[in-house]
């Protein structure tokens, strides 16, 4: 299986400031990449698919790039709400996710 | 609106069996592959397996192969994951989720159904 790992485990950020998120797989997946965004006691929401096209009512603040093995998740401005777990996960073989990254308050 | 309800999480022992049922609404059932993914407690996500919308093609994962068997009623709007040999690595949160019509990507989830192994 390709393995995806993602840096940091841990983001510390303050409100209104600006997040990148990372994720490498272990082999290329070319443009094959999701992200989600999960919330304590919550089922994970789709953010990004294709590496870079948000899903349907995601804000724009959300914003995926990268191909081949190196992907980042950008929030542009952080808000209260998108405290939570980000999940990268590839999809051109058998799906794997990455073991996520807290995005905290600092 | 698309929701997904799951249903069947309990406590059973390992060794034992058990059904998730999942129900679908707001949507043409048979027009998604379906699929169901997994996150043990404090842990990340995997995926479990998935059914295409009508000629049944299926897939696992190596952890569950033999073991699990995932299928679908459209009459039902349902899919469900019979689980048997269950050992205590199975525990988990398990989602129902719907795959967008282009890729292995999912759009929707459900809420879970907890499901414990332990003896």
């Known amino acids: 299986d390709i393995v995806m790992t993602q840096s940091p485990a841990t983001l510390s950020v303050s409100p209104g400031e600006r997040a990148t998120l990372s994720c490498r797989a272990s082999q290329s997946v070319s443009g094959n990449l999701a992200w989600y965004q999960q919330k304590p006691g919550q089922a994970p929401r789709l953010l990004i698919y294709?590496?870079?096209t948000r899903a349907t009512g995601v804000p724009t603040r959300f914003g995926g790039s990268g191909s081949g093995t190196e992907f980042t998740l950008t929030i542009s401005s952080l808000q209260s709400e998108d405290f939570a777990i980000y999940y990268c996960?590839?999809?051109?073989?058998?799906?794997?996710f990455g073991q996520g990254t807290k995005v905290e308050i600092k | 609106q698309v929701q997904l309800v799951e249903s069947g999480g309990d406590l059973v022992k390992p060794g034992g069996a058990l059904r998730l049922s999942c129900e679908a609404s707001g949507f043409i059932f048979s027009d998604y592959y379906m699929s169901w993914i997994r996150q043990a407690p404090g842990k990340g996500l995997e995926w479990v397996a998935y059914?295409?919308?009508?000629?049944?093609?299926?897939h696992y994962a190596d952890s569950v192969k033999g073991r699990f068997t995932i299928s679908r009623d459209n009459s039902k709007n349902s899919v469900y994951l019979q689980m048997s040999s269950l050992r205590a690595e199975d525990s988990a949160v398990y989602y129902c989720?719907?795959?967008?019509?282009?890729?292995?990507?999912?759009?929707?989830w459900g809420l879970g159904t907890l499901v414990t192994v332990s003896s």
């Open positions: 989720a719907r795959e967008i019509p282009t890729a292995m990507v999912l759009d929707y």
């Open positions: 059914i295409s919308g009508r000629d049944n093609t299926i």
């Open positions: 294709g590496a870079s």
């Open positions: 996960q590839q999809y051109i073989d058998w799906p794997t």
